[in-house]
């Protein structure tokens, strides 16, 4: 149980494009999702934290309008990092948040997407 | 301001022995804590949780002690193997739905045969 996904798992694009990545909680439902960037050997760098139904709340120093999040339903989040420039590669991570029980605790993690903006 | 350190940045030891790690923290009172693993570009993998009113958790191999008065937690890998080889997180939670996770900046574990 609490599998997470992400999809793309890579993404290599132009400056300027923007790109779109999906968070999924597969078998439960995420009443919470988080999004965190991380660079080489650094540790997780949390971007922002989306509530199903609501407006993310966005961390200090965290672009809203250059990081779109979308958490339209209670399985699935989205990110996107718009007019992407070569300072926004990095690895973007997801985790989610269930309702209750075990999964009311933990945050599971999905397996991270790279970016890499030319 | 709140404060988590992992005691080294990287940890090198060899096949079977003990691994442990610490993570300390200033400045908070946490519910519970939590350790992670991740390997390289991948994203972390929930070990073990632990709460506040918790001295100990054991899972397989793993052993994770938790002291409120030290602000400390050690992480325990029993004869370890290089498959062991990552690097670990200590995350604290505040407990409410509200809280977000800290993270520490992990320990990089390396296991050689």
């Known amino acids: 149980g609490a599998v997470v996904s992400q999809h793309p798992s890579w993404v290599i694009c132009k400056s300027g494009t923007s790109v779109k990545i999906e968070c999924r909680s597969l078998d439960f439902q995420a009443t919470t999702m988080f999004w965190y960037r991380q660079f080489p050997k650094q540790s997780l760098m949390l971007m922002a934290t989306s509530n199903e139904g609501s407006k993310a709340t966005y961390e200090q120093g965290v672009e809203k309008d250059k990081f779109l999040i979308n958490h339209a339903s209670l399985t699935l989040s989205t990110l996107t990092v718009t007019s992407a420039h070569p300072e926004d590669s990095s690895f973007y991570i997801c985790s989610a948040v269930g309702l209750a029980g075990p999964y009311g605790e933990t945050q599971y993690f999905g397996p991270g997407t790279r970016l890499l903006v030319l | 301001s709140q404060k988590i350190e992992q005691n080294s940045e990287a940890l090198n030891i060899q096949e079977g022995k003990t691994a442990t790690l610490t993570c300390n923290y200033t400045?908070?009172?946490?519910?519970?804590l939590q350790w992670y693993r991740q390997d390289p570009g991948r994203g972390p993998v929930f070990l073990l949780l632990i709460r506040e009113n918790e001295k100990e958790k054991r899972k397989e191999r793993l052993k994770v002690t938790f002291d409120t008065t030290l602000k400390q937690s050690l992480f325990h890998i029993t004869a370890s193997q290089p498959a062991d080889s990552a690097t670990y997180l200590c995350?604290?939670?505040?407990?409410?739905?509200?809280?977000?996770?800290?993270f520490g900046s992990g320990t990089r574990l390396s296991i050689r045969p």
């Open positions: 400045n908070y009172s946490p519910a519970y």
């Open positions: 995350a604290l939670h505040g407990g409410s739905s509200a809280s977000k996770i800290i």
